[in-house]
């Protein structure tokens, strides 16, 4: 079996998992929620590597505590109507089971006290919301990663969601989001169906990213995501690759190839690419056969490290002439097939320039008598 490497035609683009931190109430922007009020001070160091829930911003909590005591005031009032009300009840009971109050006496008693233990609820929500809020004043780090600069100095006021404080970006694992065209997708599911091509159990294809030097970074990954639908502005779904990144080595904003490992062909043909050549009517190889050089129109599919997978024009069996092309001038011409344990002309023991001709023994001189 021959693995399967599909290239993909445009390069990925590496992302972060980012968490923006921004001063807003509920439904803010990914990070948590945040409070508005005056940035009292910036608690860590700019580009700094963070760990998750340790701050970096303290925001003035001063009037978030007031609020936090008149909740808890707000409480203490609520519970205190909805004892009274759940004692008047309890009297109204017997009341009105000896027929000595009137069944809506009784009611408008059960009544109160069911709405006193409803305001009791709010009240404590409200509580509840107010220390949330006071909580939110310090201003936590929702994942470990790197900051980046301060977007607000000590003293500023913080209005509500647009205002962003930092950014923390994830390094470890790191991602990266690439397209698969349709086109892509669908050749890979025919070939799957007709046994040509056997994918990977529940689609677990290892990534590989090569950089833009051709290097390919050391540490494979795992597809992590693949999009069902299709972008109608590029026509390809997004897929998303988790890389394990500990060194840093991979860095955000590059572009990068990925390769996706993993699939297989059965009893798949393969050729050096140094073999194939360009036609007119497309790519073809030369084959050995009586000793002579015949092309063979072929169509190919992926890469595989070095060579050419085949998938039609070739049988098992078939002889592909590979080097020496140059020499071959015409489809038919006559090909002689070198030793290649010969050594190279020039070489010790070798043909070279100035070597004398090896002379057969009937070109001996007569033994002299």
Known sequence: MSPLRPRLPRAALLTLSAAVLAACGPGGPPGGHRVAGIVMKRNYEEGATVRAGQSLFTIDPVPFQAVVARAEADVAAAEARQASASRNAKRMKPLFDAKAASQRDYDEAVSADEVAAADVKSAKARLVEANLNLEYTRVEAPISGVTSRALKSDGSLIA??????????????????????????????????????VLPKDGRFEI??????????????????TDTRVNAQTGTSDARAEIPNPAGEVRPGQFVRVVLKGAQRPNAIAVPQRAVLE?????????????????????????TGSDWIVTSGLNAGDKVIVDGLAKIFFPGAPVQVGDPNAPPPGAPGGPGKGAPPKKDAKDAPPPKK
């Open 160 to 197: 509500g969601p647009a205002d962003l404080l930092t950014t923390v970006s994830q390094f470890d694992p790191i991602y990266v989001n690439f397209g698969l065209t349709e086109t892509e997708q669908s050749k890979l599911r025919q070939e799957a169906a007709a046994g040509k091509l």
């Open 279 to 303: 036609s007119p009517q497309g790519k073809m190889v030369y084959l050995f056969a009586d000793n002579k050089a015949m092309p063979r129109p072929i169509t190919v599919g992926d890469w």
């Open 208 to 225: 590989a990213i090569r950089f833009e030097d051709g290097r390919v970074y050391a540490r494979p990954g795992r597809l992590a995501f």
